[in-house]
């Protein structure tokens, strides 16, 4: 039942947006290339974060590198 408190879980890292060239996925309207995005939750092929509708969604991590601390 972890996405039920996804926004008040401390963030894990910062990402970055790369591009939205998506193959089979719309992420254009939900993502934005050079944005910063807090990262909620991470597994193997995703980054769960709080895109530009204020939503958690999951999106494959080559669209995004990790940024410097």
Do not use: Q
């Amino acid at each position: 039942m972890i996405h039920l408190s996804w926004h008040e879980r401390p963030t894990i890292k910062t990402v970055v947006c790369n591009h939205t060239n998506a193959e089979k996925y719309i992420v254009h309207n939900v993502l934005t290339p050079g944005k910063e995005y807090e990262v909620k939750n991470e597994t193997d092929d995703f980054y769960f974060i709080i895109d530009n509708h204020g939503k958690v969604g999951g999106y494959y991590k080559h669209y995004f590198t990790e940024k410097a601390v």
